[in-house]
T-cell receptor, first 113, second 114 residues
Framework: GESVGLHLPTLSVQEGDNSIINCAYS??????FIWYKQESGKGPQFIID?????DKRQGQRVTVLLNKTVKHLSLQIAATQPGDSAVYFC????????????FGTGTLLAVQP | ETGVTQSPTHLIKTRGQQVTLRCSSQ?????VSWYQQALGQGPQFIFQ???????GRGNFPPRFSGLQFPNYSSELNVNALELDDSALYLC?????????????FGQGTRLTVV
């Protein structure tokens, strides 16, 4: 059958390595960004967020970097584990009056044991 | 688990029919947003409800409508279903109406239109 849209960018890493997932966002006026993890058959799961007045934020095993000059966001996962295998989406808030999020295409992270 | 629950989990409808999807928001959250996620794509914002009023809408036709109830639960209604409406419908709840608040998603309802 038709498979257009199913060919997500894929990042394949070895268990224990660090992963870096990149995202280019669309609107220079966006002021809030979130990374979500989505496993097959489930809804997106919040990982970490960052506001536009910051350029780096760290969580447990994850770090988000924001470069507003080139409208680029990255998610770094330390010591990647098999349970990290999923599709990762970046999302931006372009409308401060609502929670409307604009999602990126998504990146499939495949962790090899 | 996020505490956001959606029902049903799966649904099959015929083109032209109407469907109602339901969402219970996380305790304490007064804002509910609905998203449509086509296979292999990121979620797309449909609309948001705050205090029982729609206060933001994406690029979806009027046959997509919603409700929010006093307990902050919500419904998404889609009339005159089309084949392209087949998707995962996601509900997200948050504790505030403005941006920069965390939005927590439910597991979604998989709608198939045949």
């Amino acid at each position: 059958g038709e498979s257009v849209g199913l060919h997500l960018p894929t990042l394949s890493v070895q268990e224990g390595d660090n992963s870096i997932i990149n995202c280019a966002y669309s609107n220079s006026a966006s002021d809030y960004f979130i990374w979500y993890k989505q496993e097959s058959g489930k809804g997106p799961q919040f990982i970490i967020d960052i506001r536009s007045n910051m350029d780096k934020r760290q969580g447990q095993r994850v770090t988000v970097l924001l470069n507003k000059t080139v409208k680029h966001l990255s998610l770094q996962i330390a010591a990647t584990q098999p349970g990290d295998s999923a599709v990762y989406f970046c999302a931006e808030n372009m409308d401060g009056a609502t929670n409307k999020l604009i999602f990126g295409t998504g990146t499939l992270l495949a962790v090899q044991p | 688990e996020t505490g956001v629950t959606q029902s049903p989990t799966h649904l099959i409808k015929t083109r032209g029919q109407q469907v109602t999807l339901r969402c219970s928001s996380q305790s304490g959250h007064n804002t509910v947003s609905w998203y449509q996620q086509a296979l292999g794509q990121g979620p797309q914002f449909i609309f948001q409800y705050y205090r029982e009023e729609e206060n933001g809408r994406g690029n979806f036709p009027p046959r997509f409508s919603g409700l929010q109830f006093p307990n902050y639960s919500s419904e998404l209604n889609v009339n005159a279903l089309e084949l392209d409406d087949s998707a995962l419908y996601l509900c997200a709840s948050s504790g505030g109406v403005f941006g920069w608040t965390e939005a927590f998603f439910g597991q979604g309802t998989r709608l198939t239109v045949v």
